[in-house]
């Protein structure tokens, strides 16, 4: 099984649904009342039987709640807090990127959310990465928070941690009977920074210095580190 969203969003919103007593007696009427109204269920599989359909529907009624509601409706996985390792002791601090009005007024917005969510907190740290914002295909508009860490990256101790091939994951699968394919909504954020590396990074913009508890994409081995763990 697929699930799409119909406006080509990756999450899958779960929580906002009503109970299933409302739902038509049809299985796949029951599968889909199960997401936003929005979503679309594509069937890749022929011939699924009524008791395929009703057991999918119950698994996912069950495990509704781990779907979340928006991006920093995330949770936590229960590991050490990450390190971040560098080859120099010298801070590198930058000053904030010029950003238009419109701009400066998105980037306050999501940091607000960050900071309500838990993600990052306020910083008197010496390290400084400039922000910007990139273009968002779905939204159609500059909205992506990105951090310029290229300076701190240089300095950041590389891990030589494998990422599995694509091929070697769909070998796996040959023999498998039924597909699904599910978004870890902001994946990096459900995994914590250790206390002590938390400055490293840090970033500003014009209106305060800030600095991550959460793991950001950005920045140096984030991608191995996250392989890794999974």
């Known amino acids: 099984m697929n699930y799409y969203n119909a406006n080509n969003e990756d999450n899958i919103n779960v929580k906002n649904n009503k109970g299933l007593d409302q739902v038509p ?24 039987t009524s008791e395929q359909w009703e057991d999918l529907t119950q698994l996912l009624d069950k495990f509704q709640t781990i779907f979340s509601q928006n991006k920093y409706d995330v949770g936590c996985i229960n590991l050490e807090p990450q390190r971040i390792h560098l080859i120099s002791d010298l801070p590198i601090s930058l000053r904030p990127y010029r950003n238009s009005q419109q701009e400066s007024k998105e980037i306050q917005t999501q940091i607000e959310e960050l900071l309500k969510a838990g993600f990052i907190r306020p910083s008197h740290s010496p390290y400084a990465a400039p922000v910007t914002l990139a273009y968002k ?5 500059r909205s992506r928070l990105c951090i310029d860490y290229r300076k701190l990256n ?4 590389k891990d030589s941690t494998p990422v599995p091939l694509i091929d070697f994951v769909i070998d796996n699968l040959t023999h498998a009977k039924f597909f699904s394919t599910l978004d870890l909504t902001s994946g990096y954020w459900h995994i914590k920074i250790h206390e002590k590396d938390s400055e490293k990074l840090a970033f500003t913009t014009n209106f305060g210095l800030y600095e991550w508890l959460r793991l950001f994409h950005l920045a140096g081995k984030i991608p191995q580190l996250f392989s890794k763990e999974l």
């Open 137 to 141: 295909k779905d939204e159609g508009k």
């Open 25 to 48: 007696d049809s299985p796949e009427a029951d599968l889909k009342r199960l997401f936003n109204p929005a979503m679309v269920v594509e069937d890749t599989v022929p011939k699924q």
């Open 154 to 157: 240089e300095i950041t101790r």
